[in-house]
């Protein structure tokens, strides 16, 4: 069965402490990878799409990086604004594009 | 660029009423049209994925004569919930992406439903 598993479920972090959100993936025939941001009440914010493992995507201070199992979303020097969920999918190939989606990471950066 | 609006944000209606929710692509041509449903704490479930003047693909166990959804445009999506019930309350997004290919979908904010 297809699937996609975020971990840590929850992670509070100090600002200016990085760290790493991890997306494991266990599918048939990966065709994209999606990492967004979700604030309570709102819906989600696209950040980046990795195609092919290897590949490495940058903004600010996120950096999404993407292996044939598993893609990880580093987060360098946080600022509390930074806290969100921070979710994962997937697609696969076929003609309906559907995403799996990870249950999320929620991150809290304290002050 | 890349954005999506919804409207309304927030509706309460009463029970047995129709709600419409709009989703408009405001600076591109959408391909595809999705409609999600977020309960609290979890991710989102895909209720339907529609085309500009095609039939939507419902998702398994979504009721296609209960949400309606049409797309009439490039840039418009409707989603209609009809005889809503209390347990129709959600928090209903929609998402658009363009193109053929395996391409990121761009939300919309949401539509908080509260049905009493």
């Known amino acids: 069965e297809d699937q996609v598993t975020q971990s840590p479920e929850a992670l509070r972090l100090q600002e200016g402490e990085s760290s790493s959100l991890n997306c494991s993936y266990t599918?048939?025939?990966?065709?994209?990878l999606f990492w967004y941001r979700q604030d309570p009440g709102k819906g989600p914010e696209f950040l980046f799409t990795l195609y092919s493992a290897g590949e490495e995507k940058e903004k600010e201070r996120l950096k999404a990086t993407l292996t044939k199992k598993e893609s990880f979303l580093h987060i360098t020097a946080p600022k509390p604004e930074d806290s969100a969920t921070y979710l994962c999918a997937v697609v696969l190939g076929g003609n309906n594009r559907k995403l799996i989606w990870g249950l999320g990471t929620s991150l809290a950066v304290n002050p | 660029g890349a954005v999506v609006s919804q409207h309304p944000s927030r509706v309460i209606c009463k029970s047995g009423t129709s709600v419409k929710i709009e989703c408009r692509s405001l600076d591109f041509q959408a391909t595809t049209m999705f409609w999600y449903r977020q309960f609290p704490k979890q991710s989102l479930m895909l209720m339907a994925t529609?085309?500009?003047?095609?039939?939507?693909?419902?998702e398994q166990g979504v009721e296609k004569d209960k949400f309606l959804i049409n797309h009439a445009s490039l840039t418009l999506s409707t989603l209609t919930v009809t005889s809503a019930h209390p347990e129709d309350s959600s928090f209903y997004i929609c998402?658009?992406?363009?193109?053929?290919?395996?391409?990121?979908?761009?939300f919309g904010p949401g539509t908080r439903l509260t049905v009493l």
């Open positions: 529609s085309n500009e003047g095609s039939k939507a693909t419902y």
């Open positions: 599918v048939s025939g990966l065709r994209g």
């Open positions: 998402s658009a992406t363009v193109g053929a290919g395996y391409n990121e979908q761009f």
